[in-house]
């Protein structure tokens, strides 16, 4: 069952992407060479205790921090650490969430460690965040779920590689539904598989966090003995961009972009719903 959201309850899942939105600003300016993954865990700790909301990753299915910090050739879940030194060159993806008023917000993002990072690994993460706001302009009444996954997917494919080739959309992990949970129905791929149908018709109070995950190889993962960490099984290094998204009368609402997403958004000839705080 899809959870739809009235007016009121999105402004309350705005004002946890708010908070979102504050510790990737946090965590990002902390992501330099010689810092911990555990460093960047304990900034997001301090952001969610000044906005006085709860982390919803840690503690969730025994997930022992409050982000997730994937490097390099981790695509997802990488666990924050003492031991995970970043260094210049390395990139990092961060993914958070915030709980206010038992309300979910849920995103990630890309950052460069330092300087001198090849030009495909920069084309890498423009290609993976441009592709999620590609699924986030198809988030439109009248479409189903199927066509947000085509746009992501054709964006993709449609992106030159360089040094020749295919870009790895990661078929094991996708997008989900959220709102009174972190992850909810329905589950989302970033790819179109035809067995799976065209997917719920998207209405006003449909809210999903949309994530593509790109390797600059192969789309098939593996996970580590920690039972966490996913990592690509050619050790290609993988891009993760996110955002919850919400469907109003309006047209969508980026609830984790500080602006709504309205910039962004607008270069797809798409025009963002009104804040609901303003």
């Known amino acids: 069952m899809v959870q739809i959201k009235t007016p009121e309850q999105i402004a309350k899942m705005r004002a946890a992407g708010l908070v979102v939105a504050a510790i990737h600003a946090a965590t990002r300016e902390a992501a330099v060479p010689g810092a911990t993954t555990k460093d960047l865990d304990q900034v997001a700790r301090k952001v969610l205790a000044e906005h006085d909301a709860k982390p919803n990753f840690l503690g969730y299915g025994g997930f022992p921090a409050t982000i997730c910090t994937s490097v390099n050739e981790v695509v997802v879940h990488g666990i924050p650490s003492e031991d995970v030194v970043l260094k210049d060159g390395d990139i990092i993806s961060v993914d958070c969430g915030a709980i206010v008023d038992g309300w979910h917000g ?66 094991d992990y996708g997008g989900h539904g959220i709102g009174t949970e972190m992850h909810m129905d329905p589950h989302l791929l970033n790819y179109v598989d035809r067995r799976r149908g065209k997917g719920p018709k998207l209405v006003p109070g449909f809210c999903l966090a949309i994530e593509p995950m790109v390797s600059l190889g192969t789309p098939r993962t593996r996970v580590l003995q920690d039972d966490w960490t996913v990592v690509t099984t050619d050790g290609t290094w993988s891009s993760h961009w996110e955002h919850s998204v919400a469907l109003t009368e309006q047209g969508p609402l980026v609830l984790t972009a500080p602006d709504g997403g309205r910039a962004k958004l607008a270069e797809y000839g798409v025009t963002a719903a009104p804040d609901p705080l303003g």
């Open 106 to 171: 849920d995103a990630a993002y890309t950052a460069f460690v330092g300087s001198g990072h090849a030009p495909e690994l920069i084309e890498l993460s423009r290609v993976t965040e441009e592709s999620m706001w590609a699924g986030i302009a198809a988030m439109k009444q009248g479409n189903r779920l199927v066509d947000i996954s085509r746009a992501i997917e054709t964006y993709i494919r449609r992106q030159p590689k360089p040094g020749g080739g295919r870009y790895g959309i990661i078929e």
